[in-house]
């Protein structure tokens, strides 16, 4: 459970970073007010402030983009893009199957996508309560999942000449860090990241309270441990009194005892871990395979090993108390134990 809940969290976290850095822009430009976790804000300004920034030096392309969140088969932030100007940031999408968007009622979805919702080229796919077509399917990893004309996106969000968001690519990487100063400097209220300060932000101590959550689950699973590996032993020793009373007439401490049962706490836990990896890979295959959008992060050896003792100390402790119990039996009354 500790590594699907870590898995999962990291992965969603991860996936956003690696579409929005495979953009392939060097800097991006945000309003004031906006969150770093695109998506989360709205469009409140002119989308012609990608001119301004376009006539600086050592710029070599502007795109705007309007992102709008849609609720329907699950939740996705679509993308409003000017084709021209994405091409030309982005060097143009891969495609699959189909071609660009020809006209207002198209729209272009990635692989992934089109692979969990079962759409193909043609297909009439419903997005922020209206009808569009499927004109493409490109290869994920290049912003968003679903992506439509900007103009169309401002008419139906009701903010014509808006957007949310513009990335920008430099003439040379070199050229980076003038690039973002020039910017500052044109629009000193906005926020103004390089791609390197944007992935430094979307690490997971960046995250407001995403730690926090990570903590509290990982508490709730070791709690569930502690309580399962509690009311094993616990009602192993009420099964086994007779047996522990023979190991006490023949002359065992209570220190050999308590390890006895803290031993077999642990062979115990230890078959779960094993099992309980076997467990996460193939549930982790299935979830991929069912839910193509759905990232979820491999499990690494460092969270491996975290998890198997985080629950090999779950069980010393639940068993602590049927431990100490069995070591304090009376031998008399334990053979008499029916």
């Known amino acids: 459970m500790v590594l699907l809940v870590v898995g999962m969290t990291t992965g969603m976290l991860n996936d956003n970073k690696r579409r929005v850095e495979g953009v392939g822009a060097d800097v991006m430009i945000q309003p004031p007010s906006a969150s770093f976790m695109l998506g989360l804000s709205a469009a409140p300004v002119p989308a012609t402030i990608a001119n301004a920034v ?192 023979i190991y006490k007439a023949l002359g065992m401490s209570k220190g050999l005892i308590i390890l006895l049962i803290e031993w077999e706490a642990g062979l115990l836990c230890l078959v779960g871990v094993v099992a309980g990896y076997g467990g996460i890979l193939i549930l982790s295959r299935v979830i991929r395979t069912s839910f193509p959008t759905l990232p979820i992060e491999p499990m690494t050896l460092g969270w491996m090993c975290r998890a198997g003792l985080l629950a090999l100390a779950g069980s010393f402790l639940g068993a602590l108390y049927p431990a100490l119990r069995a070591a304090h039996l009376d031998a008399v009354e334990s053979l008499s134990f029916e």
């Open 54 to 245: 376009a006539k600086l030096a050592y710029v070599a392309a502007v795109s705007p983009v309007l992102l709008q969140t849609n609720v329907g088969k699950g939740l996705n932030v679509i993308w409003g893009i000017d084709t021209p100007s994405f091409d030309s940031v982005t060097g143009g999408f891969s495609f699959i199957a189909g071609g660009p968007m020809s006209n207002p009622e198209d729209v272009l979805v990635d692989d992934l996508y089109a692979r969990a919702n079962n759409l193909k080229v043609g297909q009439t796919v419903n997005l922020l309560n209206h009808d569009f077509q499927v004109s493409g399917i490109v290869e994920h990893g290049k912003g968003g999942r679903v992506f439509m004309r900007i103009e169309t996106a401002q008419d139906l969000s009701g903010a014509p000449g808006r957007a949310s968001i513009f990335f920008v690519k430099a003439r040379t990487p070199e050229y980076v860090d003038e690039v973002v100063a020039r910017v500052k400097k044109l629009l000193p209220n906005y926020k103004v990241l390089s791609m390197a300060e944007f992935g430094f932000l979307m690490s997971s101590s960046n995250i407001p309270a995403f730690n926090a959550f990570v903590t509290v689950l990982i508490a709730v699973s070791v709690g569930v441990g502690f309580l399962l590996i509690f009311l094993a032993m616990y009602s192993a020793v009420n099964e086994r009194t007779r047996e522990i009373g």
